[in-house]
Structures are given as C-alpha cells and as structure tokens.
C-alpha cells in the first residue's frame, strides 16, 4: 500500500515540476534511445551468427587489382566454378532496383539478380512456391509480399511487370531470410531476378560467394583460388591481366564496418552516462529545493529509510517513463 502512495506523490512531485521533469525525460530518452539504436544494429550486424546452415563455409570471394578487392565479371565467375577444386558451389549476384508496375500502384524497389545456385548454396528453401531462377521469374522478400499483397498464397503465379518485362510470381523467402550483403553497402532487396549475364571480361558487376567442401580451410581455399589465377594468366595473359582472387570469410565480409559500430557503441555509453550526469544533476537541484519539505516530513517521524524509499520510486518512475 505504501508503494502506491510513494507511487501517487511521485507523480504529484513529477508534475509539480514540469520543466526539470521534461529535461530530464529528454536527458534519458536521448541517452537510451541511442544506445538502444547502437546496440541493435551491432546485434544484428556483428554478434548474431549468419541465419544460413554451416555458416563458417561461406566465403565472399573477391577479383583484385594490385591486392585490392574488386567486384568479379561474368566470365570470371564461370572460370572459378568451373576451375574450383575446394568449393561446393559459387554463386554470383549484383544489386540493382527495378519499376514495378501492373500490380497495383508503381513502384520502385530495391532488386537482386542472382546465379541459379545462390538459394541452393546458401541453404534456404522457400516459405512458399518455388524459388526459381529460370528466366523470366521474381521472388519476393517475406516483408514485400506482406506489402505488397497482404501475405496471400494466390499471389504465387501471378505476373508482374519489372521496367516493362514481364515475370512470374514464383516464390517468397521465409520470414527471418537476410541476403547475405555488407550492412554499409546496399539495403535488403524487396525482389530476387534471374541474374543477366554480361560477356565483358573488363566489366566487374558481380559478388561472388561460395560455399566451402567439407574439411577445406580458408587458406586451402586462398591457394586454389591462387592457381585458379596463375592457369588462367598462363593460357591468355590478355584474359587474367594480372588479376588474382580473395577469399574472405563471408561473416567477417558481411560485419565490414563493425568496428565503426564499436566505435559508435563507446560513444553511446558516455552519451548515456552524460545524461545520466544531467538527470542526477537536476534530481539534486529539486531535492535543494525541497529541504524545508524534508525537515518537515523528518520531524513528522518520517525515518532516512521512508525518504529514502520515496526519492527511489521518484527517480524509477522517471527512468520508466525515460
């Protein structure tokens, strides 16, 4: 019973003081909403382990130019799979948007064109229909087609039109999919395409990614990967130009950035301990000003634990509401 009458005056004296109650909700909420940002977005970026089977298999593999990491052409791609010894499967894809018309209002989203193997090689298998990546057919992310079309199971077959080709409603990703992209360099795709092929060796449009035999490290991987590049310079230097390959980790590949996230993780931790600072600051500039209510209560028979009590459910109630 005495909880709910600290409860009541607390919230008297809270109102009572509406401008220090007001900075110091601003103090909190700007404190804990940041790190709250921060640390989600480190959860899902950096400590969640990748939604996919045998996650410690997939590799991000890399062209490079002068040791730099490059995108890959096609006819790169297609010398890897067919020149590979260590991978299982390779699978190639480019982000890209598309206009989507011809079911209900246009719109343009965000769009991958993969290689028929990226699904299969990831591990994932649709929520529904068929992912296919024969020509002419789109897959859909969970959230587009609850977007788009209410979650509806007659949706599958239906034709859309994608910058004003037409394509076929094959099938939707399970709910908790994630594409396996850098956070910082593009968004979640909304639809999956056929990838289209471009025979230009000079044209580096592609991500690559693989999944690794059973039992084959990374530097076994690296050295394959390194062979592969050497054979293809000594058949036609005009074909290699020196380029070579890099393998990376697909989950070290994916959290790119994460120590700027740390970094933003410290920040926030002192942003929330200055708030924290600030909101103390003001509960001491009110408890000044209630000394003569204090003295009163004290000599009313009020003990230093009752107060005590009292200024601990004031200060709950405004981290609650924080």
């Known amino acids: 019973m005495s909880v709910l009458q600290d409860l009541r005056y ?8 509406p401008g220090v109650t007001a900075a110091a909700l601003a103090a909190l909420a700007l404190g804990i909403g940041t790190n709250t940002a921060i640390f989600s977005l480190m959860d899902a970026v950096v400590l969640r382990p990748l939604p996919y089977p045998h996650p410690d298999r997939l590799m991000s593999v890399y062209a490079t130019d002068k040791g730099r990491a490059n995108n890959t052409s096609w006819p790169m791609f297609r010398d890897w799979q067919e020149q590979t010894r260590v991978f299982e499967r390779l699978a190639a894809y480019n982000d890209d948007s598309a206009n989507l018309t011809g079911s209900g209002e246009p719109l343009r989203v965000r769009s991958a064109g993969i290689s028929p193997e990226m699904f299969s090689m990831l591990g994932i298998s649709p929520l529904v229909g068929a992912l296919d990546s024969r020509t002419q057919t789109v897959a859909l992310s969970y959230g587009f087609w609850m977007q788009r079309f209410g979650g509806d199971r007659q949706a599958l077959g239906r034709t859309l039109i994608l910058d004003g080709q037409p394509h076929t409603l094959a099938g939707v990703l399970p709910k908790d999919f994630r594409f396996p992209i850098q956070y910082s360099m593009m968004e979640e795709p ?42 293809i310079g000594r058949s036609d230097p005009k074909l290699n130009r020196g380029e070579g390959a890099m393998v990376i980790p697909l989950s ?22 200055i708030a924290c600072a600030n909101v103390s ?27 005590l009590k009292q200024f601990l459910v004031e200060s709950l109630v405004l981290s609650i509401l924080g």
């Open 281 to 307: 600051n003001l509960l001491l500039s009110q408890a000044v000003r209630r000394q003569r209510e204090i003295a009163i209560r004290s000599a009313l028979g009020a003990s230093r634990g009752r107060l």
């Open 252 to 273: 070290k590949d994916m959290s790119a950035g994460g120590e700027t996230l740390a970094a933003f993780g410290v920040a926030v931790v002192f942003v929330l301990l």
């Open 190 to 231: 909304e639809l999956y395409l056929p990838l289209v092929p471009n025979p230009d060796r000079g044209w580096h449009y592609l991500r690559v990614i693989g999944r690794l035999k059973p039992g084959v490290t990374v530097a076994q991987a690296r050295t394959d990967m390194d062979l592969i590049s050497a054979a």
């Open 10 to 17: 607390a919230l008297r004296v809270l109102r009572g003081s």
